[in-house]
T-cell receptor, first 111, second 114 residues
Framework: LAKTTQPISMDSYEGQEVNITCSHN???????ITWYQQFPSQGPRFIIQ???TKVTNEVASLFIPADRKSSTLSLPRVSLSDTAVYYC????????????FGGGTRVLVKP | SAVISQKPSRDICQRGTSLTIQCQVD?????MFWYRQQPGQSLTLIAT?????????ESGFVIDKFPISRPNLTFSTLTVSNMSPEDSSIYLC???????????FGPGTRLTVL
């Protein structure tokens, strides 16, 4: 499983766009890039996954450059309720689909 | 998506005792997992709960300390045995899907050991 590196924390304000970059230099050909969101006192929630280029859903966008050695999760126009820890994971879903969580990025949205 | 419940939601226990945590899923699932999340930390996988066979433990976790049952495709239990204050954590169960790296997590059980 490829190791990931992401900032420990980020502060933002309501209405701003938040971009969290994750480095995964050793990503393998079959690996997907997956992001989870964890609110306080809750289990993590799958929010987006991609393999290359750009993926967008109702929650976020995921940008993946051609070399796939990094990825950026973009949260548009954040609100206070987006305050959470965001985890970047890389893997191919094999080995029983086990997940390895890194340190995550703690995002604090201020009024 | 799967709906997952855990019991108890929290507990305070004395050292040396054991606690069994239950995980119930609203649909049959093949893959179930147990994680631990220590205060302020990320999640660590304890084991994969296999239906009809012994659980598969990750490095640093052993069956004597964390026995797991998986009697059917919708239910699993994790027991934290002979507890010490270092076992104070949130314990979460999750289920896998056919999508790579996608899991649904339960709300967690917050355990405090005195």
């Amino acid at each position: 499983l490829a190791k990931t590196t992401q900032p420990i924390s980020m502060d933002s304000y309501e209405g701003q766009e938040v971009n969290i970059t994750c480095s995964h230099n050793n990503i393998a050909t079959n690996d997907y890039i997956t992001w989870y969101q964890q609110f306080p006192s809750q289990g993590p929630r799958f929010i987006i996954q991609g393999y290359k280029t750009k993926v967008t859903n109702e929650v976020a966008s995921l940008f993946i450059p051609a070399d796939r050695k990094s990825s950026t999760l973009s949260l548009p126009r954040v609100s206070l309720s987006d305050t959470a820890v965001y985890y970047c994971l890389v893997g191919d879903g094999a080995a029983g689909n086990k997940l390895t969580f890194g340190g995550g990025t703690r995002v604090l949205v201020k009024p | 998506s799967a709906v997952i419940s855990q019991k108890p939601s929290r507990d305070i226990c004395q050292r040396g005792t054991s606690l069994t945590i239950q995980c119930q899923v609203d649909s049959q699932v093949t893959m179930m997992f147990w994680y631990r999340q220590q205060p302020g930390q990320s999640l660590t996988l304890i084991a994969t709960a296999n239906q009809g066979s012994e659980a598969t433990y990750e490095s640093g976790f052993v069956i004597d300390k964390f026995p797991i049952s998986r009697p059917n495709l919708t239910f699993s239990t994790l027991t934290v045995s002979n507890m010490s204050p270092e076992d104070s954590s949130i314990y979460l169960c999750s289920v896998g899907t056919e999508k790579p790296n996608e899991q649904f997590f339960g709300p967690g059980t917050r355990l405090t050991v005195l």
